[in-house]
Protein backbone atom coordinates (compact mmCIF):
# COMPACT_ATOMS: atom_id res chain seq x y z
CA UNK A 1 0.00 0.00 0.00
CA UNK A 2 0.93 3.63 -0.80
CA UNK A 3 1.35 5.67 1.95
CA UNK A 4 -0.87 8.64 3.49
CA UNK A 5 -3.52 7.93 0.80
CA UNK A 6 -5.68 5.73 2.31
CA UNK A 7 -7.64 6.57 5.27
CA UNK A 8 -7.40 5.75 9.04
CA UNK A 9 -9.27 2.32 9.49
CA UNK A 10 -9.86 2.35 13.70
CA UNK A 11 -12.65 0.39 16.15
CA UNK A 12 -16.08 1.58 15.31
CA UNK A 13 -19.35 0.54 16.98
CA UNK A 14 -22.55 0.24 14.49
CA UNK A 15 -25.69 0.77 16.54
CA UNK A 16 -28.86 -0.45 14.63
CA UNK A 17 -31.37 2.18 15.72
CA UNK A 18 -34.74 0.15 14.13
CA UNK A 19 -33.20 -3.71 15.68
CA UNK A 20 -31.49 -2.02 18.84
CA UNK A 21 -28.70 -4.00 18.46
CA UNK A 22 -24.35 -2.90 18.32
CA UNK A 23 -22.07 -4.55 16.88
CA UNK A 24 -18.29 -3.50 16.67
CA UNK A 25 -16.16 -3.78 13.72
CA UNK A 26 -13.08 -1.56 11.63
CA UNK A 27 -14.07 0.71 10.09
CA UNK A 28 -12.96 4.49 8.27
CA UNK A 29 -15.99 6.27 9.35
CA UNK A 30 -16.10 9.02 12.38
CA UNK A 31 -17.92 10.11 14.33
CA UNK A 32 -17.72 12.64 17.38
CA UNK A 33 -19.98 10.70 19.12
CA UNK A 34 -18.69 7.73 21.50
CA UNK A 35 -19.71 5.29 23.09
CA UNK A 36 -18.29 2.12 26.44
CA UNK A 37 -18.60 -0.52 24.92
CA UNK A 38 -19.00 -4.53 26.85
CA UNK A 39 -14.96 -4.71 27.31
CA UNK A 40 -14.72 -1.15 28.83
CA UNK A 41 -13.13 0.55 26.23
CA UNK A 42 -14.71 3.99 24.65
CA UNK A 43 -15.35 3.66 20.74
CA UNK A 44 -16.60 5.99 18.01
CA UNK A 45 -20.60 5.68 17.69
CA UNK A 46 -22.05 5.43 14.32
CA UNK A 47 -26.02 4.96 14.30
CA UNK A 48 -27.58 3.32 11.41
CA UNK A 49 -31.36 3.03 10.25
CA UNK A 50 -30.57 -0.51 8.90
CA UNK A 51 -28.06 -3.01 9.25
CA UNK A 52 -28.46 -6.42 8.80
CA UNK A 53 -29.65 -7.12 12.27
CA UNK A 54 -32.97 -5.21 11.12
CA UNK A 55 -33.06 -5.83 7.24
CA UNK A 56 -35.93 -8.07 6.08
CA UNK A 57 -33.18 -9.57 3.27
CA UNK A 58 -31.09 -10.72 6.08
CA UNK A 59 -33.53 -11.83 9.20
CA UNK A 60 -35.83 -13.90 6.63
CA UNK A 61 -38.89 -11.36 7.88
CA UNK A 62 -40.18 -10.49 4.54
CA UNK A 63 -43.48 -8.51 3.68
CA UNK A 64 -45.95 -10.13 2.52
CA UNK A 65 -46.99 -8.66 -0.96
CA UNK A 66 -50.95 -9.62 -2.54
CA UNK A 67 -49.58 -10.20 -5.88
CA UNK A 68 -52.54 -12.02 -6.65
CA UNK A 69 -55.22 -9.09 -5.67
CA UNK A 70 -53.11 -6.76 -8.04
CA UNK A 71 -53.71 -9.64 -10.52
CA UNK A 72 -57.37 -9.60 -10.40
CA UNK A 73 -57.12 -6.34 -10.25
CA UNK A 74 -55.27 -5.86 -13.70
CA UNK A 75 -57.77 -8.67 -15.22
CA UNK A 76 -60.85 -7.10 -14.31
CA UNK A 77 -59.92 -3.35 -15.22
CA UNK A 78 -58.59 -4.06 -18.26
CA UNK A 79 -59.89 -7.39 -19.01
CA UNK A 80 -57.73 -10.93 -19.04
CA UNK A 81 -56.79 -10.90 -22.97
CA UNK A 82 -54.87 -7.63 -21.99
CA UNK A 83 -51.85 -9.67 -21.77
CA UNK A 84 -52.49 -12.21 -24.49
CA UNK A 85 -52.58 -9.12 -27.26
CA UNK A 86 -49.20 -8.20 -28.71
Known amino acids: MQSR ?9 FRDRAAGTAFLTRSTAGSS ?6 DGNT ?14 FYTGRT ?4 SAGRVERFERR ?3 AAGARG
Open 78 to 80: YGS
Open 5 to 13: IHPDSRLVV
Open 63 to 66: RVLD
Open 43 to 56: YPLVDVEVSSASHP
Open 33 to 38: RTIEWE
